[in-house]
């Protein structure tokens, strides 16, 4: 099945109001941001969002959210976003904020059919206990709304939380080279959260960097098998080529730059 659609517009033609989406990316890695431009010029609103972090200002999920677009998030940090971190503070936004590893598990359970499971990770903390704001009243008065508690369960002499797996209307990913089928590889760190939120969503749809025909990609490199995907939007040479640099380090010649982020702040974007 040929699944390659001519536009980006015309693969995110049904995501409608209210409709809730799983979007890879960490940082500006990976980001599927030609799909989520799309998404803007669309005019939708009222979106849910499942995210590791909602982008960053003026970039991949900050675009939407920076016009009032996206009304919940579900993410493991806020991030270097300053539009978002003033939403959530001001009452603007819903944010359920979840450990990372538990985000990726969520979104793994919910793409293989797992209702829920049980983890160690949040156990005596308000992750489990319940209480963290998920959205403040109008004007930072209060909290509106703050979360519940989780069901305990001791496992082995040792205490778990119940977590719930999760799944969405859409799910918008990137990958580094695709083929028609919808079987997709990632690039070096940009695989982050694309092959989860890619099994995550009911109606998947990849921008890819590079389109090769079925039968190029070596099977045991396949990231994410084409069932996931439904739809697949081949990225000009420009669109492939732009790609930000979060945090940029420089040095004198000659000289060591410190820092991990100098290195990663481009690897596999």
């Known amino acids: 099945m ?5 536009s980006a517009a015309e693969a995110v033609h049904d995501i409608a109001d209210n409709a809730s989406l799983a979007v890879g990316g960490f940082g500006l890695s990976g980001v599927p941001n030609v799909l989520i ?23 991949g999920l900050g675009v939407l959210l920076a016009d009032g677009r996206i009304d919940r ?3 493991s940090y806020i991030g270097e976003n300053k539009e ?24 793994r359970a919910g793409g293989c059919g797992i209702p829920a499971f049980y983890t160690p990770a949040g156990v005596g903390t308000q992750v489990a206990e319940g209480g963290l704001p998920r959205r403040y009243a109008p004007g930072g008065a209060g909290v509106a ?4 508690p989780k069901e305990i369960r001791a496992f082995g002499g040792r205490d778990h939380v119940l977590e719930h797996g999760i799944t969405t209307d859409f799910a918008l990913v990137r990958a580094a080279r695709g083929d028609r089928h919808g079987n997709l590889v990632m690039n070096k760190s940009a695989r982050n959260f694309n092959p989860l939120a890619a ?24 990231h994410v098998p084409g069932v996931f995907v ?17 945090h940029l380090r ?15 702040a481009v690897s596999g974007r």
């Open 37 to 59: 431009g799309a998404l803007h010029a669309r005019g939708v609103r009222g979106l849910g969002v499942v995210s590791n972090n909602c982008g960053v200002d003026g970039s």
């Open 230 to 246: 439904r739809r697949v939007v081949p990225l000009t040479p420009e669109q492939a080529a732009a790609k930000g640099v979060e």
């Open 84 to 107: 978002f971190a003033r939403q959530y503070l001001a009452g603007e936004l819903e944010v359920e904020l979840v450990p990372q590893g538990t985000l990726a598990e969520r979104l």
């Open 145 to 148: 709304v703050a979360s519940p």
């Open 199 to 222: 099994m995550a969503g009911r109606v998947t749809i990849a921008e890819v960097e590079e389109l090769v025909e079925p039968g190029e990609l070596d099977p045991d490199a396949v």
């Open 2 to 6: 040929d699944k390659v659609r001519r």
């Open 73 to 75: 998030v579900v993410c």
């Open 250 to 264: 420089t040095s004198v010649r000659g000289t060591p730059v410190r820092g991990a982020s100098a290195r990663g």
